[in-house]
């Protein structure tokens, strides 16, 4: 595990960003594993700019999610589908038909998870983006989670429910269940680069990287990729 510490939240995006372009540039077909929350914001705004400046370019690129609410379509402000065309998607040439999610409104749950685990056969990321739940979770992986668990419906920690409903529209209830990609198929991805920033994630970070490996850390599982970096502000890696 490459560990990075960096003064800033936008430093860590610059550097998240330089990785990123550069897997870009050698390999314009690239399937990248994605990620939401408010730790890649500052990541995404800098490749949409790159792409702008005509540095890189997403036409033969394709993305697979991490996760999406149970319930929530792409019509729908919170969801994560909504949050990728708003902060990623529709700032770069990215052919729509390539970008995957979720789909958070299917009727059988347990279909869509088998199908989302042939897409992801099919789609073997090149770099799998993360950030980190409080609690140590990845992707929407809570503690307790299997390390051999594929896709699956999630039972949201409460302590993630709390975390997540600043991100939610006032009044609007941030949904107890959701799909995510299962620990297995994170692990799967050839590189992951992972993000934290703040002081609320230094517990996990800590788990991350000096803990134990256990699934009642799920980030813990990271110490046995082979090609991890993980960038974080001084804040999240005060603990270490
Ligand atoms: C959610 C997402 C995770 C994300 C985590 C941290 O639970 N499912 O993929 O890493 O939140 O979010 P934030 O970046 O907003 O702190």
Redesign the pocket.
């Known amino acids: 595990m490459e560990i990075v510490t960096v003064g800033s939240y936008a430093e860590m995006s610059e550097i998240a960003a330089k990785i990123m372009i550069g897997e870009l540039k050698k390999c314009p077909r690239a399937v990248l594993g994605l990620?939401?929350?408010?730790?890649?914001l500052g990541l995404y705004k800098m490749l949409a700019d790159a792409y702008k400046r005509g540095e890189i370019s997403f036409r033969g690129v394709r993305s697979v999610n991490?996760?999406e609410y149970v319930g929530l379509g792409a019509d729908n402000g919170n969801s994560?589908a909504s949050f990728m065309n708003e902060r990623l998607f529709g700032h770069v040439d990215i052919l729509r038909e390539n970008t995957y999610l979720p789909n958070g409104l299917a009727e059988d749950l347990q279909s869509e998870c088998r199908r989302y685990d042939s897409l992801l056969d099919a789609l073997p990321r090149n770099i799998q983006l993360?950030?980190?739940?409080?609690d140590g979770?990845?992707?929407?992986n809570e503690p307790g989670t299997s390390f051999i668990e594929r896709t699956h419906i999630a039972e949201?920690a409460k302590s993630?429910v709390t975390?997540?409903s600043r991100?939610f529209e006032c009044g609007q209830a941030v949904p107890e269940r959701?799909l995510?990609m299962g620990i297995a198929d994170i692990m799967s991805a050839e590189k992951i680069l992972l993000l934290a920033n703040?002081k609320n994630?230094a517990k996990a970070v800590w788990g991350m990287v000096s803990g134990q490996v256990t699934e009642d850390c799920p980030a813990s599982i990271l110490q046995r990729h082979k090609n991890v970096t993980v960038v974080l502000d001084g804040d999240a890696a005060s603990l270490l």
């Open positions: 990620a939401t929350g408010s730790t890649p991490l996760d994560y993360l950030g980190i739940g409080s979770h990845i992707g929407f949201l993630t975390d997540n991100l959701a995510t703040g994630k």
